[in-house]
């Protein structure tokens, strides 16, 4: 039971960026042709593993979603929301500094202090007032840093978008989740169901609208997750194979 929220909360947080990035994509109108398919050489694997993952979203986490955004007051989500960002940016802190990006490390590092002392335990952002920036890292970013390369695309269960790298990254980032310092194994499950709830609640607007507009929401997600995680973590653009790169399987 442990295991699996923990992946699941880790899906949403993921999908979060993701959709809103490809939010961002669609108004502006700057989203590009699909990216290099020699990025997805597992493509019918991995749309086996993205219906699974969009099942047991529509039987499960996304009507508890609703319910939890519908009947629980704004004040109090963004509390809920508040509290596990702040503990996000302890982790960041870490990765950052192993990436020798000594601001954004210095700044994260701070946001965790001023928040967790002053903000009750994170429930209040007093960071962001402060103008005390955000810099999300996590050891997947890590290891490009370092220069592993990306490999290829892969759908994980319960855990959504990443690739070969990622997926990786996503193990050490388990084991250091700040969650597990809680010592009771009844709070730790709890805490995590809670933050599952509260990501997917957030993502509630952002996936209605990729649902409207996306003809094939398989490739148009890995399309943007591809293109925008590389940006943000200054990977090099995917190539096209010889010949034009026409994946057989599409």
Same mark, same amino acid.
């Given at each position: 039971m442990s295991v699996s929220v923990m992946c699941a909360a880790s899906t949403w947080r993921r999908a979060l960026a993701l959709c809103a990035l490809?939010?961002?994509?669609?108004? +502006?109108?700057c989203a590009s042709g699909p990216l290099s398919?020699?990025? @997805?050489?597992?493509? /019918?694997?991995?749309r086996q593993v993205y219906a699974f993952n969009e099942g047991a979203d529509q039987l499960v986490v996304k009507p508890v979603a609703t319910l939890y955004r519908e009947g629980v007051p704004d004040?109090?989500? +963004?509390?809920?929301?508040?509290?596990?960002?702040?503990? !996000? @940016?302890?982790?960041?802190?870490?990765?950052?500094? $192993?990436? $020798? %990006?000594?601001? @954004?490390a210095a700044e994260n590092l701070m946001r965790f202090s001023v928040n967790s002392v002053f903000g009750l335990a994170g429930v209040l952002d007093i960071a962001s007032e402060a103008n005390i920036d955000r810099h999300p890292a996590d050891?997947? =970013? +890590?290891?490009? %840093?370092?220069?592993?390369?990306p490999g290829p695309y892969l759908?994980? /269960?319960?855990? !959504? /978008?990443? +690739?070969? %790298?990622?997926?990786? !990254?996503? #193990? &050490?980032d388990r084991r250091f989740d700040p969650l597990r310092e809680f010592e009771s194994v009844q709070d730790r499950n709890?805490?995590? #169901?809670?933050?599952?709830?509260?990501?997917? =609640?957030n993502l509630l607007r952002a996936t209605d609208l990729i649902e409207g507009v996306a003809l094939d929401k398989y490739?148009?997600? %890995?399309?943007?997750?591809?293109? *925008? *995680? !590389? #940006?943000? &973590?200054?990977?090099?653009?995917?190539?096209?194979?010889a010949g034009g790169g026409q994946n057989p399987t599409r």
């Amino acid at each position: 039971m442990s295991v699996s929220v923990m992946c699941a909360a880790s899906t949403w947080r993921r999908a979060l960026a993701l959709c809103a990035l490809a939010v961002a994509t669609l108004l +502006t109108g700057c989203a590009s042709g699909p990216l290099s398919t020699a990025r @997805d050489p597992l493509e /019918p694997l991995n749309r086996q593993v993205y219906a699974f993952n969009e099942g047991a979203d529509q039987l499960v986490v996304k009507p508890v979603a609703t319910l939890y955004r519908e009947g629980v007051p704004d004040l109090v989500r +963004t509390g809920v929301n508040n509290f596990f960002s702040n503990l !996000g @940016d302890a982790w960041s802190a870490v990765n950052s500094a $192993l990436q $020798l %990006r000594v601001q @954004d490390a210095a700044e994260n590092l701070m946001r965790f202090s001023v928040n967790s002392v002053f903000g009750l335990a994170g429930v209040l952002d007093i960071a962001s007032e402060a103008n005390i920036d955000r810099h999300p890292a996590d050891f997947g =970013s +890590t290891l490009a %840093r370092w220069g592993v390369p990306p490999g290829p695309y892969l759908v994980l /269960p319960l855990m !959504g /978008p990443s +690739t070969l %790298r990622d997926a990786s !990254g996503v #193990v &050490i980032d388990r084991r250091f989740d700040p969650l597990r310092e809680f010592e009771s194994v009844q709070d730790r499950n709890t805490l995590n #169901v809670v933050r599952l709830i509260d990501t997917r =609640s957030n993502l509630l607007r952002a996936t209605d609208l990729i649902e409207g507009v996306a003809l094939d929401k398989y490739s148009f997600v %890995r399309d943007v997750y591809l293109q *925008r *995680r !590389g #940006v943000s &973590i200054e990977d090099p653009p995917p190539t096209e194979p010889a010949g034009g790169g026409q994946n057989p399987t599409r």
